[in-house]
């Protein structure tokens, strides 16, 4: 080939990749609250219409829509002026529009729902999600927040008032596929739910870490709360949990695998419950509580945590008997009916 044409040629492949790169993201605007860039009405027009990969600016208002993402992009409210307070509120007439949970059909009407990206990120900030007036009768599943076969970052977001039905969660992500997504919820200001705060389902790679998490004191749902539930491995870190008055529920359930570290619960029925093996739980204060820290089985490490004020219950209860290898030392329990309830040996539990 002669030089001008392989020069030719190079310079095609350029203008074509630039081209293609230029076409892949951009930046847009929902509202009217910076210049100079596309603005569109809604965040469900702005979602739907620019390519993957962009990143969505969202003016403070109020956003009466379900929003449904299927691609990577970035979801980001903006401050204006002394402003900055973009809400997602339910349409009138309350949620209508649903996903279909993959791992047991659950039909779950999400405010903002984020579907099939795998491992493409779709990472929201600084957005507002309440759940009041939804219109949903008893029974139905909600969702502030709902990440289906998705990865993505959750950071300074409030999503609040997922309640009413009884089957009210502020933030679910959910995993059938083998591989292993990745979801973190960071500084977050997550309340009044009726059945969970965070819930995490099938394989996820899971961060959640400098949370608020409240559970509502008016809770209609057919079980008590969960703050944070983990069906997967994970690191459950810094996060203050906050129980209904009636201390009723679970603040931390986590099945294996998980690191649970540096939490300050206060007022559930149970602080956290080790339902699975080889869980590593460090440095967590637990107060008001019935029971500290349940441990069902073998193989966890439960070291340098406080439990105070379960004067009712105990402050570190081995549920089933049989369980072994578990190492619990180095805890302090204070004004606890009983300090470490030991229903089977093979277990390390000294000194504490």
């Given at each position: 080939m002669r030089t001008i044409d392989i020069y030719k040629s190079v310079m095609l492949l350029l203008l074509t990749l630039f081209t293609v790169s230029g076409a892949a993201a951009k930046t847009a605007l929902v509202g009217t609250c910076m210049p100079n860039l596309q603005t569109y009405?809604?965040?469900?027009?702005?979602?739907?219409s620019v390519p993957a990969g962009s990143t969505i600016l969202v003016c403070p208002g109020t956003y009466p829509e379900q929003v449904l993402i299927t691609q990577p992009l970035t979801l980001r409210g903006m401050l204006s002026?002394?402003?900055?307070?973009?809400?997602?509120?339910?349409?009138?007439?309350?949620?209508?529009?649903f996903i279909i949970a993959p791992d047991d059909g659950l039909h779950i009407h999400y405010q903002i729902g984020v579907q099939n990206t795998t491992s493409s990120f779709v990472?929201?900030?600084?957005?507002?999600?309440?759940?009041s007036n939804n219109e949903l009768p008893s029974g139905t599943s909600i969702a502030g927040i709902y990440y289906d076969n998705s990865s993505g970052i959750l950071t300074h977001d409030a999503v609040f008032n997922q309640q009413g039905t009884g089957g009210g969660y502020s933030v679910i992500v959910g995993n059938v596929n083998s591989?292993?997504?990745s979801f973190s919820v960071l500084e977050c200001s997550i309340h009044d739910?009726?059945?969970g705060g965070i819930q995490s389902v099938g394989s996820v790679?899971?961060?959640?870490?400098?949370?608020?998490?409240a559970a509502s004191d008016t809770q209609p749902g057919t079980s008590p709360p969960g703050a944070i539930i983990l069906n997967s491995g994970g690191i459950i870190s810094g996060n203050q949990?906050?129980?209904?008055?009636?201390?009723?529920?679970t603040a931390i359930l986590v099945s294996s695998d998980a690191t649970i570290s540096d939490n300050n619960i206060r007022a559930f029925g149970i602080g956290i419950i080790l339902s699975g093996s080889s869980n590593t739980v460090k440095s967590n204060k637990v107060s008001l509580s019935e029971?500290?820290?349940?441990?069902?089985?073998?193989?966890n490490d439960v070291e340098y945590n406080t439990v105070a004020n379960a004067p009712g219950g105990a402050g570190i209860n081995f549920l089933n008997c049989g369980i072994t290898g578990n190492t619990v030392i180095h805890n302090r329990v204070n004004d606890a009916a009983i300090g470490i309830e030991e229903s089977s040996s093979g277990n390390t539990i000294s000194p504490n």
């Open positions: 009405p809604t965040i469900s027009q702005a979602v739907s002026g002394n402003s900055a307070n973009p809400v997602i509120v339910a349409p009138p007439g309350g949620l209508s529009n990472n929201i900030s600084n957005i507002a999600v309440n759940g591989s292993s997504i739910f009726d059945q790679a899971a961060k959640f870490q400098g949370n608020l998490i949990i906050d129980g209904p008055s009636a201390q009723s529920g029971v500290g820290i349940y441990i069902f089985a073998d193989g």
